[in-house]
């Protein structure tokens, strides 16, 4: 096994393919946070589309040094959109729409004459890392340097900016020169990558690892290493398929990526899908466990006996259900056999009390009417009720009643009632 993992090193095109697809990974890992956070995807989008005629106007000059033309043509599309957008009434996604269909129609248009002299450049268009020769590894690891000595430099500033670009503002930051310096980068960024994905699919490379880390890691500096790291797993796992599947380098490593996006997107501890679903069933669980001790306490005031069959049938729920809720809330030491704890009842008296509040505060502060208020309080209600009751008391000046008139709990009741 271990001679098959690593059969595809031993050639010289696939080591060179390698350290390219690493340095694109680092490039695109690392630029792709800012795009993520910033929501700047169209515009990547726009400036990998963008390059092509830069690149096809560089050999129509007589030169086939495609990475300085392409990367002209990314600075002029980023600040041609800039542009158009602070000289028109157009939003920035409007503009961005205007200039990359241009710029990409017109490098179609140059790149069909430049094929009628026998020269192909479709490789631009979906890549070719296979075929990296020492000189594309020069320039991409040039970039990569750059890159990384610049947002180290400016790591502070462009953190702050990418989050709250309107304090940055008034703070003093420079945030019309940030932005077009991380558009340049972007630019160089993009071309870098031309060789191993090609424009079509660098947008992925840029958007799918950062994103990934966005969903597994709440801090920006782990965002920059899981970005990179899922990046270079992608450039890695994509160059094995394609060698083994005798397929497109660059589309493998773009589904590599995507697979580990979609992993992360179900099974992120918080941001998750099922994360998120295990929530919303806590929730709802927690809801159903308070809702019944409101009904239990209701059930005590009216003399009534406190029971699994007379609470479930206050919820409407049948009676296997009722007693499993029941067990629930007698592991919690909020019931036992007799009805409400110490406990329970404080903690019953506490929902009352919030429901209570909020409905006095939504018919005081909000001119919500007394008839309707009852269901937006009881969602309320299950918010934090131990934190949130005292503080709408207060700021209610400490009422006796709700806006039908009855008792609002202090939330100290804690003895049976005899």
Known sequence: ??????????????QRALLAALLVAIVCGTLGCFVVLRRMALIGDALSH????????AFLLGTRQFFWGAAVAGVLTALLIGWVTSHSRLKEDAAIGVVFTAAFALGIVLISAIQSRSVDLMHMLV???????NRDLGLTAGVAALVLLVVSLLYKEWVLHAFDPEYAAAIGLPVRRLHYLQMLLLSLGVVASLQTVGLVLVVAMLVTPASTAFLLVHRFARMWAVSVAVAALAAVGGLYLSYYANVSSGGTMVLV???LFFLAFLGAPRRGLLARLWLRR????QRWEEDALKHALRLEEEGARVDPDAVG?????????????????ERAGWVDAQGLTAGG??????????????????????????ATVHEEAERLEHVRPETIGPALDEDLGHPARDPHGRPIPRG????RPV
């Open 1 to 14: 096994m271990l001679e098959g993992l690593l059969e595809p090193w031993r050639y010289l095109f696939m």
């Open 50 to 57: 963008a390059v092509l005629p830069g690149a096809a106007v």
């Open 127 to 133: 890549g070719n890392v296979l075929g990296v020769e």
């Open 257 to 259: 990526a995507t697979g």
């Open 282 to 285: 806590q929730r709802q669980r």
């Open 313 to 329: 049938a206050r919820l409407g729920a049948d009676r296997h259900r009722a007693r499993r809720l029941w067990r629930r809330l």
């Open 345 to 370: 009842r404080e903690r019953a008296a506490q929902l009352v009390r919030a429901h209570r509040l909020w409905e006095r505060y939504l018919v005081e502060r909000e001119g919500m009417d007394e």
């Open 412 to 415: 100290d009741a804690k003895e």
